[in-house]
């Protein structure tokens, strides 16, 4: 049995009745501890991810693979499908055009909402010209951390996520804060 100590301490005032100043001694302690332990048994930013899945750490060391939305799970259409269709499709969130591997681009809402609000005088009826083309994407095993500074960087809202021969997901920017407001 170990006992750790610190020296008495003055309680910051007004009144020194407070526990203030011995509180910040004894999470210093608690933090070196930890540290410590850490380093010695060597764990990873993937272990504390797994012990912290739902804090702010543990969310920004979690990989891609299991912050990403499934590829089944989206709506999946092919480039001359027509615009009325895609938009249809888009009610269940961002749709991936064609069935490529990885997928030809996305067709998001901001990409909609911009053909739209375009004078453009021309009557587009697939989708041609109006998905982004060759998004931006990284490997399963990148942190989320890595992924949000991405999107931040690059105005990015979305991210595919792609292993070595196709499109397996995508990762949302909202993830970072929808995770923590509910």
């Known amino acids: 049995e170990y006992s750790l100590c610190y020296p008495s301490v003055k309680e910051f005032p007004p009144l020194g009745l407070a526990p203030t100043t011995s509180t910040i001694a004894q999470l210093l302690i608690g ?3 930890a540290a410590i332990y850490s380093e010695h048994v060597g764990l990873s930013a993937a272990q504390f991810a797994v ?3 739902s804090g702010s750490l543990g969310l920004h060391n979690s990989l891609a693979r299991d912050l990403m939305v499934h ?3 989206l709506a999946c259409v092919n480039a001359n499908t ?3 269709l ?6 269940e969130g961002m749709v991936l055009v064609d069935y ?3 997928y030809l ?5 901001g990409d909609l909402c911009r053909h739209l609000w375009a004078d453009q005088g021309e009557n587009t009826n697939t989708l041609h ?3 982004t083309k060759d998004p931006c994407s990284v490997p399963p095993d990148s942190t989320g951390d890595s992924c949000l500074k991405i999107m931040e960087d690059r105005g990015f809202h979305c991210l595919l996520v792609n292993d070595s021969t196709q499109t397996v997901g995508v990762i949302f920017r909202s993830l970072f804060t929808q995770r923590f407001l509910k």
């Open 105 to 109: 681009g996305l067709l998001t809402h």
């Open 86 to 91: 895609a938009a249809k499709a888009m009610t």
């Open 129 to 131: 010209g109006l998905f």
């Open 51 to 53: 012990y912290h899945p």
């Open 100 to 102: 490529g591997r990885p």
């Open 31 to 33: 933090d070196l501890l």
């Open 71 to 73: 590829k089944s799970t």
């Open 82 to 84: 027509p615009l009325h």
